[in-house]
């Protein structure tokens, strides 16, 4: 896997972002990098034609801004500024709004959120999102900010850290299509079986967890039901259960019955047209969870906390439920399920291929992107592999920047409109007349029905327009679009030049399908057997169950450490825990209480970070002058810190002795 840069540009020092982040890289095994921009140089950064952002051709640009200062009119140009950018570079942008000083509020952040809602290219966290996630108590560092514009505590940065991650992820990673459960203990307590099916208990823990899977199927996500149990008893909890939020028309498709889940699972991807590779699988009994992930280790197989008020936190932190972006195609993709069962009824009762197709009374438009089809045209390039002709994938930035063409294929039929379902990515070769096609795909769901025939003619008529010889359609072989390679191979007129297929403009206008006499009617498409890579349960059960807060992420990444590397050896505890932190921060550990900690390799960033970690500790603010000195040795700041503390006590013991008894008394008794 090629290493992702992850580009950052923050209106404050963001640089303690980047222990967070190499954690979770290394906890992720994702292969990734940090840059940065400038500091507090973010409108510099998004418009300049080079730098860290404009540079960045495989990851992700964040932006993270503090907008408490800010005047809603500066939010509009920021959004202008980070739309100029995702138009420009091949990577999505993730805008966060970091929160100002407690009592602030920020109304700038609104405006910036609503300016940028539904641009495909841009995703935008606001300190509210942040905040619902990994809240931190006491985020805000007011002697950080003094020193050097470093507002946050660590455990803010860590927070901050884990979102950028997290939204890397979502990004970057392939999404599940269809989310399968549990019925006894996971949608309901008890066992219908034996309590009946108005016995079972549906408290509002698993009402929460019934809500999070409507917000799933809301999203685009399919939702299905595999139990052993009796189907009629989960129907019938399904249906009359006055608790339940989760009913019959909410599931696409169900095995119910005493099979193997395993079995069960392979079954419905079979119903569903889909891989295995598409599902989650939730489930409240490990055994099963352990039965489906040796059977089928390309399923994300989770076993569900025991408690039920575990399991929504846990799923709210299940990363791989998490969507980017949420197309119209997304939200209709439950009832075109529907639809397609009704399709397959038609198919099963025509006699033949021939008249099935021509009572679908199809309809296919090929038409140029519009703005709004761009979140939609970057997911299929993600995800269509059997009909695509070189499974060229891109983000939607990626598409807004394409050189050449996009054109998008809508299909419809007697039954209902199957959406936006193909993309056809060309250019014009003014040498040879030819129009090029670059990427041709079609989704598996309009296969076998003709679709890829009607957009050739399409894009012979546009070359006929054009005043073009012919077309030429780039192929390149993987191991899952050989229909795309028969599609081209049995074109009238085709030849072979290389890596290219091309034929004549006639041709390709004259391009026609003709099912198989006697062929059984078609499906939505065939799913191939092919081998795919194990899902990895156990990482993100490990991050869904314990990675959870700015707290923990803090403590993983402590424990990460193999420990300070030093060999100072001093009978001072004081000097001890500074070259104990000194070893955290620097390149190179010290090696005696006279190293000097410029020498060593610290920059002005690590010396904040020391001061800071000094005021937790000790509880002492240094001063500016007792860092910035060619004497900052661990013995020369052990003394300083030990002085201040000095300090702070006599001045506390001074202020002690000017109160009365009742009034000590009074300050006792607040305190506890």
Not at 188 to 199: C, K, M, Q
Request: net charge negative.
């Amino acid at each position: 896997m090629d290493a992702l840069c992850v580009a950052v540009a923050a209106s404050f020092t963001a640089d303690p972002i980047d222990e967070s982040l190499r954690h979770w890289w290394d906890e992720l095994g994702m292969p990734a990098r940090t840059t940065f921009a400038p500091y507090n140089q973010v409108f510099q950064a998004l418009l300049e034609a080079e730098g860290p952002l404009a540079a960045n051709r495989h990851g992700v640009n964040v932006v993270l801004v503090r907008l408490d200062r800010w005047r809603e009119a500066e939010a509009d140009d920021l959004a202008a500024a980070v739309r100029h950018s995702a138009g420009r570079a091949p990577v999505p942008h993730l805008v966060v709004c970091c929160p100002g000083p407690p009592g602030t509020e920020d109304k700038a952040e609104l405006r910036l959120a609503e300016a940028l809602a539904g641009d495909a290219r841009v995703r935008v966290v606001t300190s509210a999102d942040l905040a619902a996630l990994y809240p931190v108590d006491g985020y805000f560092d007011e002697y950080g900010e003094r020193s050097a514009d470093v507002p946050y505590t660590r455990a803010m940065f860590a927070a901050l850290g884990t979102a950028v991650a997290r939204a890397t992820h979502a990004w970057v990673t392939p999404r599940p299509k269809v989310v399968a459960v549990d019925a006894d203990n996971t949608l309901w307590d008890g066992v219908v079986g034996e309590d009946g099916p108005l016995g079972v208990r549906v408290p509002p823990a698993r009402r929460a967890f019934q809500e999070l899977l409507l917000a799933q199927r809301a999203a685009g996500r399919l939702i299905a039901v595999c139990s052993k149990n009796a189907e009629a008893d989960v129907l019938a909890v399904l249906a009359g259960h006055p608790d339940m939020v989760l009913r019959p028309e909410h599931v696409s498709a169900h095995r119910i019955d005493w099979a193997p889940k395993s079995a069960n699972l392979a079954a419905l991807a079979a119903e569903l047209d889909l891989g295995l590779d598409s599902f989650v699988f939730l489930d409240d009994n490990p055994v099963e969870v352990a039965e489906v992930r040796a059977a089928h280790p390309e399923v994300l197989a989770l076993a569900l906390p025991a408690e039920a008020e575990a399991v929504p936190g846990y799923l709210r932190h299940c990363w791989p439920l998490d969507l980017t972006s949420v197309t119209d195609d997304d939200r209709e993709r439950a009832e075109r399920y529907a639809v397609e069962a009704r399709r397959r009824a038609a198919g099963t009762a025509a006699p033949s291929m021939a008249s099935f197709l021509e009572g679908l009374d199809l309809v296919v438009q090929v038409r140029p992107m519009a703005p709004a089809d761009l979140a939609r045209t970057a997911q299929l390039t993600q995800r269509t592999n059997q009909f695509n002709l070189t499974t060229v994938r891109r983000g939607a930035a990626e598409l807004s920047a394409v050189d050449g063409e996009v054109l998008v294929v809508d299909v419809r039929d007697r039954f209902g409109s199957y959406g936006q379902v193909g993309v056809v990515v060309h250019s014009v070769d003014p040498v040879h007349r030819r129009l090029c096609v670059e990427t041709f795909l079609l989704s598996c769901r309009v296969l076998g029905r003709g679709v890829e025939h009607r957009v050739l003619a399409a894009l012979g008529t546009l070359a006929a327009e054009r005043g073009l010889a012919g077309i030429a359609l780039a192929y390149a072989p993987t191991g899952r679009n050989r229909p795309a390679y028969d599609f081209l191979t049995g074109l009238p007129g085709v030849r072979r030049e290389g890596d290219t297929f091309a034929l004549s403009t006639q041709d390709a206008r004259a391009a026609r399908y003709e099912p198989p006499a006697g062929a059984p009617p078609p499906v939505a498409g065939t799913v191939a057997a092919r081998p795919a890579a194990p899902a990895d349960a156990e990482r993100v059960h490990r991050v869904a169950s314990g990675l959870t807060s700015a707290a923990r992420v803090l403590a993983a990444i402590d424990a990460r450490r193999d420990g300070p590397a030093t060999t100072v050896r001093t009978d001072d505890p004081t000097e001890a825990r500074v070259a104990a932190i000194w070893a955290e921060l620097l390149d190179f550990p010290p090696g005696s209480v006279h190293d000097n900690f410029h020498e060593l390799g610290g920059h002005s960033l690590a010396l904040v970070r020391f001061a800071v970690r000094v005021r937790d500790e000790f509880g002492v603010e240094l001063p500016v002058d007792a860092l910035f000195t060619d004497a900052f040795t661990v013995a020369g700041i052990a003394r300083t810190i030990r002085e201040h503390a000095t300090d702070g006590l006599d001045s506390l013991l001074a202020e002690l002795e000017q109160l009365s008894d009742d009034e000590v008394r009074a300050l006792l008794d607040a305190d506890r």
